[in-house]
């Protein structure tokens, strides 16, 4: 591992060079004036291993563009290079900064301090790996994991596609888990119709329809909805979610409802949390 730069990151200085004239700003007649910046927040969470890592600064940061949308004062975006302190790998980190005031000399004076808003590329928590659903679904957790690799790459033409499928392999498999004397059927059956066939829950039904509804409008042609690809995801994670609870929870159902115990019939977290929880050691 790279030994980490002794560095305060609350008074780490970039230094920036405008590469034009900021609307309204008087750059003394330059567009080479150096401008010193505090960063006093670095990225916590590598968008690289997806791992949760500080980065450390790696090189001259660049501004990159002005804003004059809403805001009455110019905003800037300072690019940052940095790297992670685990995988050693280099991405961007991107602070966003006021011109508050007078703009002096080349100094740091009339800037805010850049506050961090994002990385390059987009930082997406990795799907925490579940036990139960790769037994019920694994081509759901291939195809969730790819599509968020696309998200990682910024292919977001795919992204709609990708989730809509995953949710349907997620859905079908387990049904087809709970019935498998029915798989040929549930296989040719539309997805909508799956759900309202089979799943008894009205909230989940509800759920998961509107995750079909929404993941089929990304397929068309001309997009009919407004809803975004982060409102599909959510969906979907709350499906899985649902999935996840009925399965651990018919296995626990089983474990404790026999005098026979079999270590295949031990689920995941939650019931390992009930029979080795901390009380179980400290009496
Ligand atoms: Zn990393």
Not at 55 to 72: E, F, I, L, M
Not at 120 to 127: D, E, G, S
Not at 215 to 222: A, L, Q, V
């Amino acid at each position: 591992m790279r030994s980490s730069q002794d560095v305060d990151i609350t008074r780490l200085l970039v230094s920036f060079v405008p590469r034009q004239k900021l609307e309204g700003i008087d750059l003394a007649g330059t567009d080479l004036a150096v401008i010193d910046l505090h960063i006093r927040e670095l990225p916590t969470f590598c968008p690289r291993c997806r791992n949760s890592a500080l980065a450390t600064v790696c090189g001259k940061a660049s501004w990159v563009q002005s804003y004059d949308g809403d805001s009455p004062e110019p905003e800037a975006v300072v690019e940052v290079p940095v790297r992670c302190c685990i995988c050693d790998q280099l991405y961007v980190a991107l602070y966003a900064t006021m011109h508050e005031g007078a703009f002096g000399d080349g100094s740091s004076q009339g800037w805010s301090d850049p506050h961090f808003f994002a990385t390059v590329p987009p930082a997406i928590a990795p799907t925490l790996p579940s036990k139960t659903i790769m037994k019920i679904s694994p081509s759901f957790s291939k195809i969730f994991d790819e599509t968020v690799a696309a998200e990682l790459a910024g292919l977001t033409e795919l992204l709609g596609a990708g989730y809509r499928r995953a949710l349907e392999f997620l859905v079908k498999d387990y049904l087809i888990f709970k019935n498998p004397e029915r798989a040929d059927v549930i296989k040719r059956t539309f997805l909508a119709n799956c759900i309202k066939d089979n799943i008894d829950d009205d909230t989940i039904t509800e759920l998961a329809d509107k995750a079909v509804s929404i993941g089929n409008d990304f397929t068309h042609f001309e997009r009919r909805g407004v809803h975004e690809v982060a409102d599909l995801k959510g969906l979907i994670v709350l499906v899985r979610r649902w999935v996840e609870f009925k399965e651990d929870a018919a296995l626990a159902r089983a474990r404790f409802s026999s005098d026979v115990r079999p270590a295949e019939l031990r689920v995941g977290l939650a019931v390992d949390d009930l029979t080795s929880g901390p009380t179980s050691k400290g009496g």
